[in-house]
């Protein structure tokens, strides 16, 4: 029996001895008890913090919100990977980024049973064409030309998603589908993406390539979603214009499409500034890579005041934009223009390009609008876009162009696209769905 013994002290309370204790045999260890309370503590603290870090206030309504939450913190998560990289001066952020997203998502050109799929260039532009399956009844297949998305800076034509949903496409349409790969910020700039898709898709109308793919030439359309939405509006308005085109576009179809850069407040911005995956700061300073402008000027943009009343360059177009009028009561509900009597001229002056309609489709002549083909505009709720779809549908109806608007409530910025494990969402089914179900009944 141990010697040692606790000290008495005021109270008759007892302290434990400073001598070790023995343990009985095969007692588990306290500092081995110790180690594993600590590790607990730990765990239970990194757990919070990840909670803290994923967890964001979303509407009822969302599709899928803990899924979108994950996505979103993963995203956000490699932005501030990239951040780092470029704060270290290693590399630009976007190109670090986007490295992060090709590398994780990249796809080889494998082809199925169904639908062969090749890597080519059409007129020095990298394209992937995806064939599909000929119908017995007819021996020239329908075609689209589609554009990625990404915010002008991300993303590829060969990454996971948009070569599922192209394959899908080329399958269920027995179509051929030409993904262009085109140059992205900070390698390039605008009007270079542009074109881009106008070289590659004028190479891809010429009549022998279209012989080659065995493609109808007057049931061919373009397609793309988000920037790419936006560069298919942009081609659509060019190719209108261009009389040396001897085959045109049947139709255009524009998913949740960026559409105008005068202001940054329909109620869609306003409703949806936080919103993942594309709050309003991601989206302007996307516009302002785009223009390869300076970062100093994004807090202006976000308060319009890049198009005030005093910047002469702006005030023919506010027109064409006024969502007063162009937007159903439904959707402005109780938000407020937000219209500066003064505000920052030069922000214009040194980007004139955000008030060229070849980089906001929004702001064309309605004489261009009128020689627009069939078009098909999806937007979502929880999308910062969601106003410029509507307010493109509301000025090509009022050029006499014929337009569906679908419209998603439980849909959100990019769901098209996140239709397979473990970015399956119900609203990315359903959207694709739609989409290609549209494009069977119109092309």
Not at 44 to 49: G, K, N
Not at 54 to 65: E, Q
Not at 173 to 201: C, G, H, M, Q, W
Request: aromatic share 10%.
């Amino acid at each position: 029996m141990s010697s040692c013994r606790g000290q008495k002290v005021a109270g008759g309370l007892r302290v434990a001895s400073r001598c070790p204790l023995r343990q009985p045999a095969g007692a588990p260890s306290r500092g081995l008890g110790g180690k594993m309370r600590s590790s607990c503590v730990l765990l239970a603290a990194l757990v919070a913090l990840a909670a803290y870090y994923i967890y964001i206030p979303l509407p009822s309504s969302i599709s899928d919100p803990w899924k979108l939450m994950l996505l979103d913190a993963t995203f956000r998560g490699a932005q501030q990977v990239s951040n780092m990289i470029h704060y270290l001066g290693l590399s630009h952020h976007l190109l670090a980024l986007n490295f992060i997203i090709v590398s994780f998502g990249k796809k080889s050109a494998w082809s199925s049973a169904q639908v062969k799929v090749t890597d080519t260039d059409f007129d020095g532009v990298e394209v992937r064409v995806f064939e599909g399956p000929p119908k017995p009844e007819e021996p020239l297949k329908r075609s689209v030309v589609y554009i990625h998305g990404g915010g002008w800076a991300l993303a590829s034509a060969k990454i996971r998603y948009y070569d599922e949903l192209c394959t899908a496409m080329a399958e269920e349409l027995s179509a051929v589908i030409v993904s262009i790969e085109y140059r992205l910020v900070p390698k390039v700039f605008f009007p270079e993406k542009i074109n881009d898709v106008v070289r590659a898709t004028k190479y891809f109308l010429e009549p022998k390539v279209l012989e080659k793919y065995m493609v109808d030439p007057g049931r061919i359309g373009i397609s793309g979603d988000s920037a790419g939405g936006n560069l298919a509006a942009a081609v659509g308005q060019q190719f209108t214009q261009d009389a040396s085109l001897k085959n045109k576009l049947k139709l255009q179809a524009l998913i949740y499409p960026v559409l105008q850069a005068l202001d940054f407040n329909t109620p869609s911005y306003q409703q949806n500034m936080n919103t993942p995956i594309l709050p309003r700061y991601v989206m302007v300073k996307y516009w302002v890579d785009y223009f390869k402008g300076n970062y100093d000027f994004v807090q202006a943009m976000i308060v319009n005041n890049h198009t005030s009343l005093d910047v002469e360059e702006a005030a023919a177009l506010r027109a064409r934009l006024n969502w007063t009028s162009l937007l159903p009561a439904s959707i402005i509900k109780n938000y407020k223009p937000v219209v500066q009597t003064t505000g920052n001229a030069g922000i214009v002056r040194e980007l004139p390009q955000l008030l060229d309609a070849r980089s906001a489709p929004l702001i064309a002549d309605q004489a261009v609008l009128q020689d627009l083909p069939k078009t098909y505009i999806l937007t979502c709720e929880h999308d910062v876009l969601r106003d410029d779809g509507i307010m493109y549908a509301k000025r090509l109806e009022s050029a006499g162009v014929e337009v569906t608007l679908d419209y998603f409530e439980d849909g959100f910025h990019g769901c098209m696209i996140f239709t397979s494990w473990p970015t399956n969402f119900s609203v990315g089914i359903r959207t694709r769905n739609s989409y290609i179900n549209w494009l069977d009944q119109n092309l």
